[in-house]
């Protein structure tokens, strides 16, 4: 008689259990999303705005930006054979790489100002293996037998005069298969292939 | 029946919750630096940093021949002089933030070395850089028994909080102190 009574009135128990439970359930399904949005998809959506995105160049390509245009017009790597007396200077399993950036002025270029000098930034990159490495210019490369062209800078100013930068990286040895060369000009980011 | 389980439940939660939070880290522990050890000789890799440790030695006073401008040398305690290889695995990273650990007191490496300095490294991820650490510390701390396991930090910044850091031990108690010691620029290590 009792699991009679019990199976009759159960079905409409759980519907009475629902309709109690209505206003806290729908609480619970809307917080709980806005919830993990703001903690988790926020400061993702945060970090994605915030990160560079680099255009891909190909090898040759040139590309305009600021009121200028930029062409990477050779690289190459230099591997170590050590730094004794039998060496050149570069550590053995070590290279330098070297880049020659191509800046020209287009008749847009902003004003020179010696305020707010305008600059592109540079950097050698690698994501082989799966692992985000990034090199910057050497500070001397004279101390690793580097001899800068001397018709080229080191600096890649933008002051409205036509440029050649010669770049020096130092790396692992065969680095320069798998790297880039990533330049920021404002917010606005390119990456270019190297000569292979 | 029901009841009981429900009070069972209860109980098993209770003395759960209890054991954890009992259990668990203090506040400080919690946010903690992860140290990854070694010794002299070893070489240890944290998510930023592979170290290795050749040696330890003390000195009364540095001799810096590679720049005239180097600043005064001397010390009315002593020279802790850690000559170390490092590579820096990803991006790039200033090493001004290594300490000493002796016991409970903290040393903060030396800036008296110039530039070119094994704290400001080439900007080359992956390249082994070999050069001197440097830190000034008192007569005193190499009195304590903890001088025998220092620690090296190899902090990679000055924010550690839950990241990984290479803390290499070094026997300080049994070196003699040299009256000098020569602190050479850091050089790019073949490999």
């Not at chain 1, 170590?80 to 800046?103: F, R």
């Not at chain 1, 090199?135 to 005069?161: A, F, I, K, M």
């Not at chain 2, 050749?54 to 040398?73: N, P, S």
Request: charged letters at 20%; glycine letters at 8%; aromatic letters at 6%.
């Amino acid at each position: 008689m009792t699991e009679l009574l019990t199976d009759e009135t159960a079905p409409s128990k759980r519907r009475g259990w629902w309709r109690r439970s209505l206003v806290p359930l729908v609480v619970v399904a809307v917080t709980v999303p806005a919830l993990t949005f703001v903690v988790i998809g926020l400061p993702i959506i945060d970090d994605i705005n915030e990160k560079t995105v680099f255009t891909p160049v190909a090898q040759g390509d040139s590309v305009k930006a600021g009121g200028y245009s930029f062409t990477l017009t050779l690289s190459q790597e230099f591997p170590g054979e050590g730094t004794g007396t039998d060496g050149n200077q570069i550590a053995q399993g070590s290279s330098l790489v070297g880049v020659i950036l191509e800046v020209r002025p287009l008749d847009d270029a902003p004003p020179a100002s010696d305020d707010d000098p305008l600059y592109c930034d540079v950097q050698l990159t690698s994501r082989a293996d799966g692992l985000s490495r990034e090199w910057s210019q050497v500070s001397s490369p004279s101390d690793y037998g580097y001899g800068v062209g001397e018709e080229r800078t080191t600096t890649c100013s933008l002051d409205r005069v036509p440029i050649d930068v010669e770049l020096v990286f130092l790396t692992p040895e065969h680095a320069y298969d798998d790297a880039t060369l990533d330049m920021t000009v404002g917010s606005e980011g390119f990456r270019f292939e190297l000569v292979q | 029946m029901r009841r009981r389980w429900g009070a069972i439940a209860a109980v098993v939660a209770l003395v759960a919750t209890g054991a954890a939070v009992a259990s668990a880290p203090d506040g400080p522990a919690t946010i903690a630096p992860l140290y990854v050890d070694g010794d002299v000789g070893e070489t240890i890799s944290s998510r930023l940093l592979t170290v290795t440790v050749h040696g330890a030695q003390l000195a009364d006073e540095l001799v810096v021949k590679y720049r005239d401008d180097a600043g005064d040398t001397t010390t009315d305690g002593v020279w802790v002089v850690i000559d170390a290889t490092i590579t820096m695995e990803q991006g790039y990273i200033v090493l001004t933030n290594t300490e000493l650990r002796i016991g409970d007191r903290l040393f903060r490496v030396s800036e008296v070395a110039p530039s070119p300095s094994i704290l400001v490294p080439e900007e080359s991820s992956g390249i082994p850089q070999r050069g001197p650490f440097v830190f000034e510390v008192p007569l005193s701390a190499l009195d304590d028994p903890a001088a025998a396991h220092a620690q090296v930090l190899f902090n990679p910044s000055a924010e550690t909080r839950l990241d990984s850091v290479a803390a290499i031990t070094v026997d300080l108690s049994s070196l003699a102190t040299n009256p000098t010691i020569r602190i050479d620029p850091p050089t790019i290590e073949d490999h």
